[in-house]
């Protein structure tokens, strides 16, 4: 047997170093306190399938959080204007009683149309829909203001002259401009 051994070191080329089998390696990597090659793929594979294992709960949590968000979004579009509609219901309920009294006077009519423009009121502000009325003589402003005429005027020239129509914002952003006449350069 020691024949062989020698037979084996000898045919080796010069500068390697003995290869002894495999199952011998193990005991030797065994005894010094390494783990063996099989161990460490073991290991390794276990420490695969964790990382897989978060990695995919990882992205079904991303996917389910884009689709609550989604969700959300969407019925943040349908129900956009549910507030506006809730304040808008006892308006429209003012005006249908009105229409169902038989006998009406001007003063009668006239208190319940200044009683409705009230909750009207009540119901822009609620929700934030304000008007835009410039008053004579304020400067002309384009985000907000539409002239549809120029007039000669004792006013400074691009000022509000008079106000034909009011305009509305929602919080900041213009819904419809005020329409006025402005005063022309002199």
């Known amino acids: ?11 080796q080329p010069e500068g390697e170093a003995p290869v002894a089998d495999a199952a011998a390696a193990q ?26 294992d978060a990695f995919m709960r990882a992205k079904a949590d991303a996917e389910n959080i884009r689709r609550r968000a989604q969700e959300d979004v969407s019925k943040a579009h349908k129900f956009a204007i549910e507030s506006f509609a809730e304040a808008m219901v006892p308006v429209r309920d003012s ?7 038989e006998t009406q006077t001007v003063e009668a009519i006239r208190e319940g149309v200044e009683m409705t423009l ?13 008007e835009v009325m410039p008053q004579p003589g304020e400067k002309l402003d384009p985000n907000k203001h539409q002239a549809v005429a120029v007039v000669p005027s004792e006013q400074e ?18 819904l ?11």
């Open 1 to 11: 047997m020691q024949d062989q051994e020698n037979k084996e070191v000898m045919n």
């Open 176 to 186: 419809r401009p005020a329409i006025v006449t402005a005063a022309a350069p002199k």
């Open 157 to 174: 020239a691009n000022t509000v002259v008079a106000v034909l129509q009011k305009g509305y914002m929602i919080a900041d952003r213009l």
């Open 95 to 101: 005006l249908e009683m009105a229409l169902k009294v």
């Open 27 to 52: 005991p030797a990597a065994a005894a010094s306190g390494e783990p063996g090659l099989e161990e460490q793929l073991s290991a390794t594979e276990a420490k695969l399938a964790e990382m897989h």
């Open 118 to 130: 009230k909750q009207l009121t009540a119901a822009f502000e609620k929700n934030r829909l304000l």
